[in-house]
């Protein structure tokens, strides 16, 4: 059951559904690394239930095995009677921030996303004093903490200037149409340069690529953080921003983006992923760049939660022997948002074993289409000591179609 695809039902009808079975126990992440009933959806549903009829009280034992879920819709993907298990988590989340107050990492993390003055002087402020608290990892494009108690955190995102700040509110003189690009916070403040690398990329296509002034966070955190009223609030903000724009397509490059955006949002202009635009060209109109060999790993709200599921094909074609699939690449890397730096033990647990599937395949770079990924991967690349590197996809590829009909006219004319 993709995101895109779900219908719409109250929480009690959706609890009821699960008749605990035990399928999703087979392919959940969390419970293959924790092993007990409340690490997986049947038990978290039924934790869910417990709370709605008072028979479990909120505490924050409760909050830890909800919020360790990563909401990567295995289960939801093997559930023969339609779970929805990420509602029914993300509605659990809400009862508890209602009843004890998000958590202190959480409001933090909450006031900065929706703050977007706030957000950019922190990052400055980050930049500026960056030599006394982390030293800048290059080769895994991150942070190492020099505060001892909080190395167990793994990597810090490498925070970077915000692309808004730098970049040209246009650009790309193509007829083909005007796209506007929405950044998110990852791209908008930790990978710039995938950021430019979509632009170059759509500028190529033959597009005029915008960025709309005034766009913030999609609102993905808050709701996984039980927070509806914050999510909404960023959707009518980013709605007026895209609507507004004159863009007759608005396109992202962080599947978690799009997926919310698809979702949650009622844009009256499509959205599309930019991993779909390169499965609509296909992979004669592009060339791999890299020297390295590499891998795929699908993140779980482009594969499951938009039901694109065509990048490993497209990839076989265009890199031809130095693709090399990996053992499980649908599997979830374990970010899970916030889990990731409040659960670091789960989620660091869940990437370890993507980090070692990337091992096997012997590949210098692992290719995938989500910021959140990226950074989720190469923490878990350097905690292991592997050294591939996880980079998007579109950062490994130019667009050559443009040049191959330039070439075929100039042969025939
Ligand atoms: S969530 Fe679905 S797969 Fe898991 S126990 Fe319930 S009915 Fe079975
Ligand atoms: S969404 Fe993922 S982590 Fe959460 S219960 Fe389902 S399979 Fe497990």
Not at 88 to 93: G, K, L, P, Y
Not at 343 to 350: A, F
Request: charge should be positive.
């Amino acid at each position: 059951m993709g995101s895109q695809q779900r219908e719409e039902v109250g929480l009690e009808e959706a609890i009821s559904r699960c008749v605990r079975c035990g399928r999703c126990r087979a392919v959940c992440p969390t419970f293959d690394l924790i092993q007990r009933e409340w690490a997986v959806a049947r038990g978290r549903v039924a934790l869910t239930k417990a709370l709605e009829k008072g028979d479990v009280p909120p505490s924050r034992r409760l909050e830890e095995h909800l919020s360790t879920c990563l909401l990567c819709m295995a289960c939801e993907e093997v559930c023969t009677n339609e779970t929805p298990v990420v509602d029914i988590v993300e509605a659990a989340r809400a009862v508890l921030a209602k009843a004890k107050g998000v958590s202190l990492p959480g409001r933090c993390l909450k006031r900065i996303l929706e703050d977007k003055t706030l957000a950019h002087r922190l990052v400055s402020v980050g930049i500026l004093t960056r030599p006394l608290w982390g030293r800048k990892v290059e080769e895994y494009r991150g942070i190492a903490l020099r505060i001892p108690l909080l190395k167990e955190l793994g990597l810090m995102p490498p925070v970077e200037v915000p692309y808004s700040r730098e970049a040209p509110v246009e650009q790309g003189t193509g007829n083909r149409g005007t796209v506007a690009l929405f950044l998110g916070c990852l791209l908008e403040y930790v990978y710039p340069s995938i950021a430019e690398a979509t632009v170059a990329i759509l500028s190529g296509m033959g597009y005029r690529v915008i960025i709309p002034e005034g766009q913030g966070c999609c609102g993905h955190p808050h709701l996984a953080m039980g927070d509806k009223g914050g999510a909404e609030r960023l959707k009518e903000r980013n709605t007026r921003v895209l609507e507004s724009s004159g863009a007759h397509l608005v396109v992202t490059a962080c599947a978690t983006c799009t997926a919310h955006l698809k979702r949650h949002y009622r844009l009256s202009i499509p959205v599309k992923d930019v991993a779909e635009l390169l499965l609509e060209v296909g992979p004669g109109g592009f060339r791999y760049k890299l020297a390295e060999r590499a891998t795929y790993h699908q993140p779980c709200h482009l594969g499951r939660g938009q039901g694109i599921k065509g990048v490993p094909s497209f990839l076989r074609a265009l890199l031809g022997s130095s693709f090399v699939e990996m053992a499980e690449f649908e599997r979830c890397c374990g970010f899970g948002g916030s889990a990731a730096w409040i659960y670091p033990q789960v989620s660091l647990g869940v990437g370890k074993v993507k980090a070692r599937h990337i091992s096997q395949t012997g590949c210098g770079v692992v290719l995938t289409d989500c910021p959140a990924c990226i950074l989720q991967i190469n923490r878990c690349l350097a905690m292991e000591g592997i050294r591939s590197k996880a980079l998007h996809i579109v950062e490994a590829i130019d667009f050559r179609l443009r040049e191959v009909e330039n070439n075929s006219k100039e042969t025939t004319g």
